[in-house]
DNA sequence: AAATAATTCAACCATATGGTTATATTTTGT
DNA sequence: ACAAAATATAACCATATGGTTGAATTATTT
C-alpha cells in the first residue's frame, strides 16, 4: 500500500467522490451503498469502516453540497462594490460555479423538502447570515431609486431563478425543446453571453 | 357499502390521493407502501388490488402530476391573442396553478433527473408539442422587434424560471429569508402582484 | 523486528419492504 | 335471489438492503 495516516486517504476520498455522485443522481433513499461500493470500486464493509453508517456518509455528502453553492462567491457579494459591477461578476462566477456541479442544486432542494429540518441551522449560518450584507445593499439601493421598486427578496429571488432554474429544469427542458447534451451546453453558453446584461436590466433602474 | 363499479370507487380514489401525497413529498424509492395504505385508512393488500404495485402506482401519479403542470393553461398559449395580453394572462394563471399544486415541480423534476427516459414521450406529447404554437409567436414578434433580442426558448426559460423557481426552493428561501409558512405566502401574493408586468417588462421590448 | 494501524474480503445477520394468498363480508347488477 | 364484483383483514413470503464480524494482508511507526 502506500501513505496511510493521511488526513484523507485515498480510499476514503474515493468513497466519498462515489457516494457524492450517487447521492446528487438519486437522493438518499434512491442511493443504494452496494452502487457507492462498485463506484468507488471497494468492499462494502469498507464504507462503514470509514463512515459508519449510510446517514453518516449521506450527511457529509450534503453538507459539502451546500457548501458548494456559496464559495468564494458569497464574501464576493459582500465587497464594497457597485451594485451593477457586482451584479455582473456575480452572475457570470455563479453560472459557472453551478454549471460545474450542476447536480447540487436540484439534489439539495429535494433533501431539504423531504426533511426541511436537518441541516437547517448549518444552511442559516452557512448561506441565510452571509447574503444579509447584499439584501441590506439592495434596500440602500432601492431607497436612492436605483433598482427595480420591489423588495429586496423578490430580487434576490429573480436573480437566483433566473441563473438556477434552467439547470434544476434541464431533463425536462431537453425533452420539451428537443435538446441533446451538445445543444443544451450551447443553450447554457447563450445564457452565460446574455445574462449579466439581462440581469442588471431586470433589476436595476436604467433605462 | 356504497356506490360500486363506478368508474372511480371512493377507495380506489382515496388510495390515489394518499399516494399522491406520499410520492410527492418523498419521491418514488422514499415512499411506504404503508405510509399510502396508512394515509388512505385502507389495507395494504387494497393498494394491490387496485394498482398492482408501487411502479404502477407510481406512474399514475407521476402522469398526473405531469398532466397538471399543463391543463387549461396550455391551450391559452395558443390562443390567437396578442403576446403583452398572453403573457400577463398566463402568468396569473400559471402562478395559481402552481400555489394551489406547489409540490408537483420539484416531484417531476427531481424523477425527471432520476430517470429520464420514463415518461419522456409523454412529456413531449402533453407539453413539449403543445408549446410549439407559442415559441413560434415569440419568434416572429422578435423578428418584428417587439421583443428582447433573444430565442423563444431562451424567453421562455426565463418566464417559466421567474414562475416556478420561488416554489421549487421554497424550503431554502424560507430558511435563508427567515420566512414562516404565512410570510412565504405573502412573498408569493407580492410575485402575483408584480410579475405579470415584470415578466412583460423583461419580455417584451417596451422601454 | 515488533506493534499498530489501514485495507480488503467473504460470509453472515436482522430487518424492512414490496408483494401474495386465503378468506370473509358487503354491495350491486340482473 | 343469485352471481359477480368490491371491500377488507390477517397472515405470510421472498428479497433487498443496511449493517456486522472475523480473519487475513499490507503498510507504517517506533
Known amino acids: 500500500m502506500k501513505g496511510k495516516r493521511e488526513e484523507q486517504s485515498s480510499t476514503e476520498l474515493k468513497i466519498f467522490e462515489a457516494a457524492r455522485e450517487v447521492f446528487q443522481a438519486k437522493g438518499l433513499e434512491g442511493a443504494r451503498m452496494q452502487e457507492i461500493a462498485d463506484k468507488a470500486k471497494i468492499n462494502k464493509s469498507m464504507l462503514h469502516y470509514y ?38 461578476n456575480f452572475t457570470v462566477k455563479y453560472l459557472e460555479l453551478i454549471r460545474h456541479n450542476s447536480d447540487i442544486p436540484l439534489f439539495v432542494l429535494h433533501e431539504m423538502n423531504k426533511n426541511p429540518g436537518r441541516m437547517k441551522n448549518f444552511m442559516l449560518n452557512e448561506i441565510g447570515k452571509k447574503i444579509q450584507p447584499f439584501l441590506q445593499q439592495l434596500r440602500e439601493e432601492r431607497k436612492k431609486g436605483n433598482t427595480v421598486d420591489l423588495p429586496a427578496e423578490q430580487m434576490l429571488a429573480n436573480i437566483m431563478s433566473l ?39 431586470v433589476t436595476l433602474n436604467k433605462t
Open 163 to 201: 441563473l438556477v432554474f434552467p439547470f434544476i429544469g434541464r431533463p425536462v427542458f431537453q425533452v420539451i425543446l428537443n435538446l441533446d447534451d451538445s445543444e443544451f451546453e450551447q443553450f447554457i453558453d447563450k445564457r452565460l453571453s446574455y445574462l449579466p446584461d439581462y440581469i442588471v436590466r
Open 51 to 88: 463512515y459508519r453508517s449510510k446517514e453518516k456518509l449521506f450527511e457529509k455528502v450534503y453538507q459539502l453540497s451546500i457548501i458548494r453553492l456559496i464559495p468564494q462567491i458569497a464574501s464576493l457579494l459582500n465587497e464594497d462594490t457597485p451594485l451593477e459591477m457586482k451584479l455582473r
